[in-house]
């Protein structure tokens, strides 16, 4: 039975362990952290239970696509709810509830700015075309050559797929309204990059929001990643935690053998076949040679890359009333803070951030009576000053907003907090730059200018996640892990 090792247990891991299983190889998985799940880890402390990092569930139809693959569905391993109201926006003047029925989001756009109703049916319609295409056939493809994608389909359908106009200018061709601009442009800003630099292709994103909707699996985003780990143990697969892989030794263009610490003991893998789902930059720059190498330091310090983030897991001994279980607020510049993300990168001046309160929706993830906060702002990716006072300064800024958005005092209702930066990134995850998110989905990082899931040096080593194809975000994990494993399957 051939062999494969997996290095880490995030998404795309966990699916690349699955998909190779079912193909009847002998799989290990080595997971540094003492669960699975690499960045949508879980946290429980107090009584409390948070997801550490994913925490928007859509594109619902790649997880049951995921778990058709093998006999099963979603609803084997967990429930979902569809959120109503999707979610809620601060503006400095106003809250605007975003409903999840189509009709009733139509008035609302049209109280907003007449005839802009009628103009989300056309930017919707053109959405729907670019998911279908775009899910279907771009991002199942493993950007190994332009050849790949000589596609009829494709090649009509090039022009109606945007990919040479960005989003902010599509977006404006629609719709005039700020407000309106800024609901349409934030998938791709928390995500990615600014909506002048994303190619508008990714109004694919306003279609999985608006169509298909948000929704949650009921106990949390962990139960995906149970989930994932049920499936890979009953197709055979073994996980190894609190392994940290050290090296890849390499002879003859292979990797030979992986090197790994659980704790005083060495242990040593030989696959035949290797996957990394660890950061690509720290796979190449620290667990292989340098000749081994696909890429040098200069090709990584061009990368652009998505933002990091400053996240803060609050729990309060008391319940909140009119919040939602998503709160995105723009009470502040947009654009300001969009630039200090990608353009001038710099701690935020008045950062936008984003609030989860998942104990609205499940009385499972708090103590009776009390309530879970979950705070993210996005902030540039390789920032140095991550230090607990600028944490600090930055938590008492977004308390004070939320508290006087929402008309509630709860600074003193705090009975947990812990918080969770570029620094933590980094040591958790070795991540690149601290970046939360992976690369930016610009139009020179898609597709076969992203780093190739396969290394040029190496015939038996693979990559899969968020630094390779198809890019950021947790259904495009779930499809990068089943991408690599068929390209390992042709090869091996």
């Avoid at 690349?16 to 960045?39: D, I």
């Avoid at 997801?51 to 006999?71: L, Q, R, T």
Wanted: charged letters at 20%.
């Amino acid at each position: 039975m051939k062999k494969v090792v997996v290095i880490g247990s995030g998404f795309a891991g966990m699916s690349a362990a699955c998909f190779m299983a079912k193909a009847g190889w002998e799989v290990t998985v080595l997971e540094k952290n003492e669960m699975p799940g690499g960045r949508a880890r879980k946290l429980e402390e107090g009584g409390f239970t948070f997801d550490m990092g994913p925490s928007w569930y859509w594109m619902p139809d790649v997880f049951e696509h995921f778990f058709n693959c093998f006999g099963k569905k979603v609803s084997d391993y967990y429930h979902l709810q569809r959120l109503d109201p999707s979610y809620r926006v601060y503006w400095d003047d106003k809250a605007m509830d975003i409903p999840a029925d189509y009709a009733t989001l139509k008035k609302l756009f049209e109280s907003i700015e007449p005839g802009s109703g009628t103009a989300l049916d056309k930017f919707l319609d053109e959405a729907a075309y670019k998911y279908q295409v775009g899910v279907n056939k771009l991002v199942y493809k493993p950007g190994q050559s332009l050849a790949e994608f000589a596609d009829t389909d494709l090649i009509k359908g090039v022009f109606k797929l945007d990919v040479f106009t960005s989003m902010k200018k599509h977006i404006s061709k629609y719709f005039k309204h700020p407000q309106l601009q800024q609901l349409l442009e934030f998938p791709v800003l928390f995500l990615g990059a600014l909506a002048a630099d994303t190619p508008a292709l990714y109004s694919l994103m306003n279609y999985a929001d608006i169509k298909l909707g948000t929704w949650y699996p009921e106990g949390g985003m962990y139960k995906i990643v149970n989930g994932m780990y049920s499936l890979a143990k009953e197709l055979g697969v073994q996980f190894h935690f609190n392994h940290t892989v050290s090296s890849i030794q390499t002879s003859n263009a292979a990797a030979k053998k992986i090197i790994a610490q659980n704790g005083m003991e060495t242990v040593v893998f030989e696959p035949d076949v290797v996957i990394s789902n660890a950061d690509y930059h720290f796979t190449e720059t620290k667990l292989l040679a340098p000749n081994d190498r696909s890429y040098s330091d200069a090709y990584w310090n061009k990368r652009v890359m998505a933002p990091s983030s400053i996240l803060y897991y609050v729990g309060l001994n008391k319940k909140l009333e009119n919040v939602l279980h998503h709160s995105l607020f723009f009470d502040t510049s947009f654009e300001v803070h969009g630039n200090e993300i990608y353009k001038t990168p710099q701690w935020p001046s008045e950062p936008l951030f984003y609030v989860s309160v998942t104990s609205v929706s499940d009385d499972t993830v708090a103590p009776q009576g009390h309530e879970n906060l979950f705070f993210l702002i996005p902030v540039a990716a390789g920032l140095q000053g991550d230090t607990e006072e600028l944490r600090d300064k930055y938590f008492d800024q977004i308390v004070k907003r939320f508290e006087e958005r929402t008309g509630q005092e709860i600074r003193s209702a705090i009975v947990y907090k812990r918080s969770y930066s570029v620094s933590d990134f980094v040591s958790d995850y070795n991540s690149f730059k601290g970046n939360a998110y992976g690369l930016a989905n610009t139009l020179m990082q898609t597709a076969i200018l992203k780093p190739s899931l396969r290394s040029k040096k190496l015939n038996n080593l693979f990559y899969t996640g968020q630094l390779t194809v198809p890019g950021p975000g947790v259904p495009p994990s779930l499809i990068s892990g089943e991408v690599v494993a068929k390209e390992v399957l042709k090869s091996f």
